[in-house]
Each structure stands twice: as C-alpha cells, then as structure tokens.
C-alpha cells in the first residue's frame, strides 16, 4: 500500500501535502521569466524538493534552486540539475579560465593574489585562503554566470589570520538585526572556529539566511546547520 505524502506545515500553521508543494514549485519556475529553458523536473518528499532535469546555463541552475527555496511548505532542497549549454555558449577551458581570473581580480571584495582558478570541461574549481567567509562566497559569485560555466566548486577555505573574541555574541548581533527571522528562537554555540545553529525557524529560505550571518561573523570558518524549520516558531508572540 503506498504511503500518503507527509503533510508540511506553511507560516500561517495549515498542513500542505507534498503535492501542493510540488505545484507551486513548478508554477513559480514557469513564471520567472529569467528561466529560459523550463524543462527542469521538481520531485517532493516530506516537504524535501529534488530539482532534476536540465537547465541551459548554470546561472539558471542556481536561480531555480532559489526560487524553490521560497516556497511555503520547502524544508530542503536537492539540486540535480544538470547544466546542458546551447552550442552558442560554449566556450574552450582555458577562456573560460581567462575570464574568471579577470571577474575575481575585477571584484573588490575578492583578495585575487590568493585564489587560483581551475577549469576542466567548463568546470570551475576555485582554490586558496581567505580571511572571511563573503570573500569565499563573492569570489563564487563572480565566476558563477559566465559564459561556458557548467558548474563552481568552491574548495576556497576561509583561514582567519586573527580570531576575535565574542564571536557568539557577533552572531546574535546580527541576526537581531536581520527582520528576515526571530534571533530568540536561534541558538549560537562555538566550537573553535565552527558556529552550530540550533532552534527553529519559519521557513527554508530563514534558516539559510541564518546561516549566511554566521559565516560573517569574524572567525568563523564553518556553520553546522542544525536548525530545524517549524512554521509555529514565534507565533505566540
């Protein structure tokens, strides 16, 4: 006997089933018009959304993980979109290489004397040190939409030269700040140069923003996200 899908809470506290889940993922990748290629298959388990399929350019790949990531009911995503580019868009290793040295070494936030950038079959791979974590995700966003990319593996490590003390206590500084989640229901803990984010949050897209604020924070070189999506949270407030 084949299962019922498991019912996934959305922000105002009413149950969705995988389904529904699954038809608004589908209908908000048809309407977002930077989608060119729409034949990207979406696939529902207990609230996880499994992108599959194809997308004409990585940039694309990317985008409909985000929009995925904004739908009441998502607790996760598995991206397996494969990149398959129009034959105009391909391009050789070593220019597509070429080109991302020069999108690093043009992007102020990116130190580019400590990166290096590997390209095999279209694929990028960015190697080195930085000191903070948004140099490590500005130097992937630089190389992520160019032309010929199929896919960025991001081995950059994020070593700080000197770790400031009250780490903690930055983390839950800024994400007091942040209108997007409700820091009293997020706990910070601080292992070394590790964050672990433990409590609840309302949604996909709040508990990955939650965790982008702790990889600013100075000192932190790794987020174990533990935080677990409960539309409930706050809601006695």
């Known amino acids: 006997m084949r299962e019922a899908p498991a019912p996934s809470l959305t922000e105002e506290g009413t149950m969705r089933i995988d389904s529904e889940i699954q038809g608004d993922v589908i209908q908000e990748i048809r309407w977002e018009p930077s989608l060119q290629d729409k034949d990207i298959a ?5 609230g996880v959304v499994t992108l ?6 990585y940039r694309e790949k990317i985008v409909a993980e985000r929009i995925a990531g ?10 397996e979109i494969q990149v398959r580019l129009p034959q105009n868009a391909e391009r050789p290793d070593p220019e597509i290489a070429r080109a991302a040295i020069d999108a690093i070494a043009w992007h102020i936030a990116v130190p580019e004397d400590r990166i290096q950038v590997k ?9 080195g040190e ?3 974590y948004y140099q490590k995700e500005s130097a992937e966003k630089s190389v992520r939409y160019l032309t010929g990319v199929k896919g960025v593996s ?10 400031p003390g009250g780490v903690r206590e930055r983390i839950r500084e800024t ?4 209108a997007e989640f409700d820091a009293d229901h997020i706990r910070v803990e601080i292992e070394g140069g590790k964050a672990i984010l433990r409590g609840t949050v309302r949604a996909y897209a709040e508990k990955r923003d939650a965790e982008r604020a702790a990889r600013n ?4 070189t790794e987020v174990d996200n533990q935080l677990i999506i409960d539309p409930y949270a706050g809601a006695a407030l």
Do not use: Y
């Open 119 to 127: 390209v095999e079959n279209g694929w990028v791979r960015l190697i």
């Open 42 to 46: 979406v696939g529902v388990h207990d």
């Open 217 to 220: 924070a100075p000192g932190v």
């Open 52 to 57: 599959g399929g194809f997308a004409a350019s």
């Open 70 to 79: 904004r739908v009441k009911g998502v607790k996760g995503i598995a991206n």
């Open 154 to 163: 991001n081995l950059i490590a994020v070593k700080p030269r000197v770790t």
């Open 130 to 132: 930085v000191d903070w």
């Open 175 to 178: 994400l007091q700040r942040g």
